[in-house]
């Protein structure tokens, strides 16, 4: 019989798990399986889930009830846990909730959002943050999954939204027999681009990926076997490409900090009017000048003719498979700091870059240098 790999461990440092309902607007993902709640509760954890916070992904009360969770009625409940995992960052309703004897384990991305910084600031919450939580091939293992889901999202969305009803240009990404498939660019070749290049490829588009790294680069064209066109990253090929582009997807990443803005507002009026931009990076501040963050009830705003797709948690448009995604990766770490509590940052280095908040203070340095 396998065993799980989280069985035969001592008792937890940090007992009493909560799992709160996620209050972003359209977010339907929870922090939490079933399956996730189980392996913690076998380390002897309990694990406090609020009621209907698994349902927007498929998961009822009765199924944490069935592993051994509780369900608790009121996020308050949820809240007065000593370990909270969440999707995304504190709104500010949840402010009130925040105090110097709680560990936050979440989305953060406070570069964008700075007065949730403010708010952890203030509580004295310790705070770790998924998407600053390395591994040793120095990635991004928590952020992965999202990323992956999210640029996969992009093409989908940017395919949707080119459609003449929606206000776009009336074009099919992979084009017909005789006509030519649309011109798609991705600026970012990471693991949101390289998600949407390959899901661009699949409906038949035409694809250039761009990215500032030549090492990237070649192992875009290792990968691709010649479907693609890479190019390395400056204003000039950046300006030509997007002028010619009926989709333009924004992936570019800086861990921990605001991204640059790589697409001017001067480059977006270039672009043919009905031509749609998605920027994966709003939730770092965006890297196309033009983009406001949007919501998936309201995805999209027209800037000089260009249709702009910019949701902030685009992944919670399918919460079933992006929970699962989560919480395949979140979970060891989730146990990890159950178990040791925050003495975890003084032999996990992986841990310590996820933490940014302690003691009043934001620690992570690349956090802090982007606070305004």
């Known amino acids: 019989m396998q065993t799980s790999p989280m069985t035969n461990m001592t008792s937890p440092a940090i007992r009493n798990i909560g799992v709160p309902k996620e209050i972003k607007g359209d977010e339907r993902r929870v922090a939490l399986t079933p399956d996730g709640a ?11 889930v609020e009621h209907d916070a698994g349902v927007g992904s498929g998961f009822s009360d009765d199924q944490y009830v069935g592993v051994g969770a509780t369900i608790v009625n009121t996020p308050n409940e949820a ?28 989305y953060l991305h406070l570069a964008a959002y700075p007065k949730v910084a403010d708010a952890l600031v203030k509580a004295g919450t310790t705070a770790f943050a998924y998407e600053t939580v390395t591994d040793a091939n120095g990635g991004l293992p928590l952020l992965a999954p999202m990323s992956e889901i999210a640029g996969k999202l992009a093409t989908q969305m940017g395919a949707h939204h080119l459609s003449a009803h929606l206000g776009g240009a009336g074009v099919l990404l992979g084009g017909a027999p005789g006509v030519a498939p649309a011109s798609v660019v991705v600026i970012g070749g990471g693991n949101v681009g390289w998600a949407a290049a390959t899901m661009a490829l699949g409906l038949g588009a035409h694809v250039t990926v761009i990215d500032a790294s030549l090492d990237r680069l070649r192992w875009i064209d290792e990968h691709s076997f010649g479907r693609l066109i890479h190019l390395a990253s400056n204003r000039s090929t950046i300006a030509r490409s997007v002028a010619s582009a009926d989709l333009v997807i924004g992936a570019v990443l800086v861990a921990g900090d605001k991204a640059p803005v790589v697409v001017t507002e001067q480059m977006i009026a270039t672009m043919r009017p009905g031509s749609v931009v998605v920027d994966v990076a709003i939730d770092q501040g965006g890297c196309i000048e033009t983009s406001e963050e949007t919501s998936h009830a309201n995805p999209t705003r027209n800037v000089h003719g260009v249709i702009h797709y910019a949701v902030g948690n685009m992944p919670g448009a399918v919460p079933q498979t992006s929970t699962l995604a989560l919480t395949n990766a979140t979970l060891p770490r989730i146990a990890k700091l159950a178990m040791h509590g925050r003495s975890v940052v003084d032999f996990d280095q992986h841990m310590a870059e996820g933490l940014n908040i302690e003691g009043g203070k934001i620690v992570n340095q690349t956090v802090a240098q982007s606070m305004p």
């Open 38 to 48: 189980s392996e913690l509760i076998a380390i002897g954890c309990n694990v406090l």
């Open 79 to 106: 809240w007065a846990a000593d370990l909270v995992v969440k999707v995304k960052e504190p709104q500010e309703s949840e402010f009130s909730f925040l105090r110097p004897d709680l560990t936050l384990f979440t």
